[in-house]
């Protein structure tokens, strides 16, 4: 059975660090794509950043309201994908989530709807 477990989530104040680990089990995703959303309170899930599979390179992308403070990574060995969340805003507070793509060899989407697999959600929360 495919699993995909969050953690590292918490509570930091605006301008602080955390670390997002996304550790899949059950099947490798090695060559998959797989990415973060996240789902605030009242709003639609949104894309946060993806990456493809490791013969992509590490080939990433990531949502223009992020991009230069999160940097998506994997680590195949562990079969686990990190989200380094940096200079934290109270904006970036929600629920995060982990997606993987069932297909091999693709680059992924920033839909949601294109994910296969799904993680149970880690909350951050950002005071100011």
């Known amino acids: 059975q495919v699993q995909l477990v969050e953690s590292g989530g918490g509570l930091v104040q605006a301008g602080g660090s955390l670390r997002l680990s996304c550790a899949a089990s059950?099947?490798?995703?090695?060559?998959?794509?797989m990415g973060w959303f996240r789902q605030a309170p009242g709003k639609e899930r949104e894309f946060v950043a993806r990456?493809?599979?490791?013969?992509?390179?590490?080939?990433?992308d990531y949502a223009d309201s992020v991009k230069g403070r999160f940097t998506i990574s994997r680590d195949s060995a562990k079969n686990t994908v990190y989200l380094q969340m940096n200079s934290l805003k109270p904006e970036d507070t929600a629920v995060y989530y982990c997606?993987?793509?069932?297909?091999?060899?693709?680059?992924?989407?920033?839909?949601?709807?294109?994910?296969?697999?799904w993680g149970q959600g880690t909350q951050v929360t950002v005071s100011s």
């Open positions: 990456i493809g599979g490791s013969w992509s390179g590490g080939r990433t």
């Open positions: 997606a993987a793509d069932e297909d091999s060899y693709s680059y992924g989407s920033q839909s949601a709807g294109y994910y296969d697999y």
């Open positions: 059950g099947r490798t995703f090695n060559n998959n794509a």
